[in-house]
Antibody, heavy 127, light 108 residues
Framework: EVQLVESGGGVVRPGGSLRLSCAASGFNFDDSGMNWVRQPPGKGLEWVSDINWNGGRIGYAESVKGRFTISRDNAKNSLYLQMNSLRAEDTALYYC????????????????????WGKGTTVTVSS | SYVLTQPPSVSVAPGQTARITCGGNNIGSKGVHWYQQKPGQAPVLVVYDDSDRPSGIPERFSGSNSGNTATLTISRVEAGDEADYYCQVWDSSSDSRVFGGGTKLTVL
């Protein structure tokens, strides 16, 4: 079964740091691009960051650029999000999501969408 | 940055057809993807690349995209379709993924 399980959420004070993890199983993690998407309480989805299969290409939303760092360990089938200088507006449910791919003649590239999602981990930034 | 505009809510009676729009500047030139999110659950991909369905998604879900508007169409709506729906694109100019604000579908 394809599965993503997030962990590492919690309550942190403004200016603090937190590291989220996402454990992947049931698919070839080292072939897949990955994403972090967040959802503030009662609000919509916001893409946070993505990383390609080998970490050679990384992207961030403007709202987190310079504060958050995405990384992965393919040997451990794990995705991470290091969050520094946290603000109240970073309070949200954080989802890990797999990149959907387009493949042709054995060559695959990101389809720009997210085809598998975890259940999320909650981050609360509050004094 | 690229902006996607969705109506906050759409209501439809069971058995009827629901249409949820997603507006964006020349969105027809982009691939549009749609997600369904039921209360307390993670989003689920229901349409990708404008009109393709992942395996397991009923044929009742379809999509189209042209000009400045993409549309998710749900035929023969059921009570279980009641959820929030989000459109999403990849914006090449900012190299980022963008979500619409979401539409709450209410089945009357």
């Amino acid at each position: 079964e394809v599965q993503l399980v997030e962990s590492g959420g919690g309550v942190v004070r403004p200016g603090g740091s937190l590291r989220l993890s996402c454990a992947a199983s049931g698919f070839n993690f080292d072939d897949s691009g990955m994403n972090w998407v967040r959802q503030p309480p009662g609000k919509g989805l916001e893409w946070v960051s993505d990383i390609n299969w080998n970490g050679g290409r990384i992207g961030y939303a403007e709202s987190v650029k310079g504060r958050f760092t995405i990384s992965r360990d393919n040997a451990k089938n794990s995705l991470y999000l290091q969050m520094n200088s946290l603000r109240a507006e970073d309070t949200a449910l954080y989802y890990c999501a797999r990149d959907g791919r387009h493949c042709s003649d054995g060559v695959c590239y990101s389809g720009g969408y997210m085809d598998v999602w975890g259940k999320g981990t909650t981050v609360t930034v509050s004094s | 940055s690229y902006v996607l505009t969705q109506p906050p809510s759409v209501s439809v009676a069971p058995g009827q057809t629901a249409r949820i729009t997603c507006g964006g500047n020349n969105i027809g030139s982009k691939g549009v993807h749609w997600y369904q999110q039921k209360p307390g659950q993670a989003p689920v991909l229901v349409v990708y690349d404008d009109s393709d369905r992942p395996s397991g998604i009923p044929e009742r879900f379809s999509g189209s995209n042209s000009g400045n508007t993409a549309t998710l169409t749900i035929s023969r709506v059921e009570a279980g379709d009641e959820a929030d729906y989000y459109c999403q694109v990849w914006d090449s100019s900012s190299d980022s993924r963008v979500f619409g604000g979401g539409t709450k579908l209410t089945v009357l």
